[in-house]
């Protein structure tokens, strides 16, 4: 069982029949996504909107060191290695377990690690930085005239259809940008992702959303936090 306040400032809410789920970090998302599936008995999909595309391999950041200190001249072969033997040493279905990984995760390394445990079947990474190339999940590169952007159009430049399967929405504040963000005159897509996801994950990355965020206006997470609840029990209702 999962509580509020049981890492990185988690907060569960019931927001008309749909669990949503906000953390402070972002990789914290992974042992929710790993509960989910658990209690389930079965993988999603995951569509995730976010200003970074956050799919880097699992545990790459501490890999990569471990393998630069044993042995320069096999970096690549060594990270790989450690990375493998790493996921091998995990229980998947250990809740208690996975709960403690994040720390050891960095903040772009849980999608991967997710799918690896088997709590994922493929992702949509919307994102403004980069459409990485893997040999699973779908990338979707916005252009920069749609950033921080829900509506229908920013959707359908990027090519993005409705998943059929089962899918998490997963929505990181520092997409958004201003206030004026969650003004959606067209909203079929947003609309649909609320309200057919079997739940929502929400991360707050406070870091990177005042980083982003436009320095003339008086947004702060805080009401970005309230406002994209806000839509969401709107569109649910």
């Known amino acids: 069982m999962i509580n509020n306040g049981d890492f990185s400032n988690l907060k569960i809410l019931n927001i008309k029949g749909k669990k949503v789920y906000i953390v402070d970090q972002h990789q914290y998302t992974l042992p929710l996504w790993a509960y989910e599936s658990i209690i389930s008995d079965e993988s999603y999909a995951l569509v995730s909107i976010d200003y970074h595309p956050d799919t880097n391999p699992p ?112 929505i990181d504040l520092d997409y958004f940008s201003s206030i004026n963000s969650f003004t959606v005159s067209s909203d079929l897509f947003i609309k649909g992702l609320i309200r057919k996801s079997e739940f929502i994950t929400i991360a707050r990355s406070k870091k990177y959303f005042e980083y982003l965020k436009k320095p003339q206006e008086d947004f702060t997470l805080e009401t970005c936090e309230k406002l994209c609840l806000k839509m969401i029990e709107n569109y649910l209702g």
């Open 59 to 170: 545990f790459w950041q501490t890999a990569h060191y471990k393998a630069i200190m044993k042995d320069d001249e096999r970096v690549e072969v060594l990270t790989e290695l450690f990375i493998e033997e790493r996921l091998k040493s995990i229980d998947s279905k250990n809740i208690r377990r996975i709960i403690d990984l994040p720390k050891d995760l960095n903040n772009d390394e849980h999608i991967h690690t997710a799918y690896a445990l088997g709590y994922l079947n493929h992702y949509h990474m919307i994102n403004c930085m980069d459409a990485h190339e893997y040999k699973w999940g779908s990338h979707y590169l916005i252009g920069e005239e749609h950033f921080s952007s829900l509506e229908d159009e920013m959707f359908e430049s990027i090519g993005f259809k409705m998943p059929e399967d089962k899918f998490i929405l997963d």
